[in-house]
């Protein structure tokens, strides 16, 4: 199928290392966004994108957490000097339009990335 | 501050046994609400969107309605396949474009 794919699908990392995590949106969807999900919790946003750019970095925890899109296409959340808060599901959820003040795009979800740190 | 309250926060039903998941929000003016579901393990799996107080959508054994408070997701005659959470999440209209995610309902059908 031609969903949203995420790997690694697990990581677990000593706390102090750093961490990226891959998220492969649907072809040709414009808008990506990050999402965290703690254990019986709903997702909870963390970053958006328009094609390559970031258009919204308001719900990253700290200035640990750096995203990118460089092409427009696949998108890296990078974790650094990772500590045991960051332990989550990291959620990737990409739709076809440029979210707006206007847009009610559906949001279509990958696996997630659990994240364990030590 | 846009709100999102689900409840039961789990649910168990025998198979058969119709039931009703509630997803109240609260928010300065709703642009869309949107009903996932999510197995363990997995992304969340698009069901439903609703735009208006009044609108239903059906798919298989579910049915979405909405109010102008609260929406509800109907499930007649469950299966145990239909186990898993059901999260519910807004978008608030004149915005912000991220949407609200209430915690979801765990829901276990047994056979």
């Known amino acids: 199928g031609a969903g949203v794919s995420q790997s690694p699908r697990y990581k677990v990392a000593k706390r102090g290392q750093d961490v990226a995590l891959r998220c492969d949106p649907i072809?040709?969807?414009?808008?990506l966004f990050w999402y965290q999900q703690a254990l019986g919790q709903g997702p909870e946003f963390l970053t958006y994108?328009?094609?390559?750019?970031?258009?919204?970095k308001s719900g990253l925890p700290s200035d640990r957490f750096f995203a990118e899109r460089p092409e427009g296409s696949v998108s890296t959340l990078k974790i650094q000097r990772t500590q045991q808060e960051d332990s989550a599901v990291y959620l990737c959820?990409?739709?076809?339009?440029?979210?707006?003040?206007?847009?009610?795009?559906?949001?279509?979800f990958g696996p997630g990335t659990r994240l364990t740190v030590l | 501050e846009d709100q999102v309250t689900q409840s039961p926060e789990a649910l168990r039903l025998q198979e058969g046994e119709s039931s009703s998941l509630n997803c109240s929000y609260t928010?300065?003016?709703?642009?869309?609400l949107f009903w996932y579901r999510q197995d363990p393990g997995k992304g969340p799996e698009f069901l439903f969107t609703?735009?208006?107080a009044g609108e239903e959508k059906e798919k298989e054994r579910l049915k979405a309605t909405l109010t102008k408070k609260e929406s509800f997701l109907h499930i007649t005659a469950p299966k145990p396949e239909d186990s898993a959470t059901y999260l519910c999440?807004?978008?608030?209209?004149?915005?912000?474009?991220?949407?609200?995610f209430g915690r979801g309902t765990s829901l276990i059908v047994h056979p």
């Open positions: 609703l735009y208006s």
């Open positions: 928010v300065s003016g709703l642009r869309g």
């Open positions: 994108f328009q094609n390559e750019a970031q258009l919204d």
């Open positions: 959820a990409s739709s076809l339009g440029s979210a707006g003040v206007y847009s009610s795009d559906t949001q279509y």
């Open positions: 072809s040709g969807h414009v808008s």
């Open positions: 999440a807004v978008q608030a209209a004149g915005g912000s474009y991220i949407p609200t």
